[in-house]
């Protein structure tokens, strides 16, 4: 059974920095292209960044560019997302996913999905 955990979310002040996390079971994230998405009330489900299995691709929502930073282990099966600089409008649930093949933006395309972990950033 696939399972993606996300964590390290929490409540921080703006201008400060969060890393998340996303550990996988029952999955070789090595084989998948992983993203980090993101839901605030109200509003869409919205793409925050993405990385190549080997790491050397990655690609970023113009909103996080210069802020956040994706990063993965893969002798760990984990992701990361160093988020600094956090705004307000940052606040959301983040969202951990795996895909095959090439990156994307595009949350239809992703396969495997975590349940979740709340940002709160105050201003």
């Known amino acids: 059974q696939v399972q993606l955990v996300e964590s390290g979310g929490g409540l921080v002040q703006a201008g400060g920095s969060l890393r998340l996390s996303c550990a996988a079971s029952?999955?070789?994230?090595?084989?998948?292209?992983m993203g980090w998405f993101r839901q605030a009330p109200g509003k869409e489900r919205e793409f925050v960044a993405t990385?190549?299995?080997?790491?050397?691709?990655?690609v970023y929502a113009d909103s996080v560019k210069g802020r956040f930073t994706i990063s993965r282990d893969n002798a760990k099966n984990t992701v990361y997302l160093q988020m600094n600089i956090l705004k307000p409008e940052d606040t959301a649930v983040y969202y951990c996913?795996?895909?095959?093949?090439?990156?994307?933006?595009?949350?239809?395309?992703?396969?495997?999905w975590g349940q979740g972990t709340q940002v709160t950033v105050s201003s």
């Open positions: 996913a795996a895909k095959w093949d090439s990156t994307s933006r595009r949350a239809e395309e992703y396969t495997y």
């Open positions: 029952g999955l070789t994230i090595s084989m998948y292209t």
């Open positions: 990385i190549s299995s080997g790491g050397k691709i990655t």
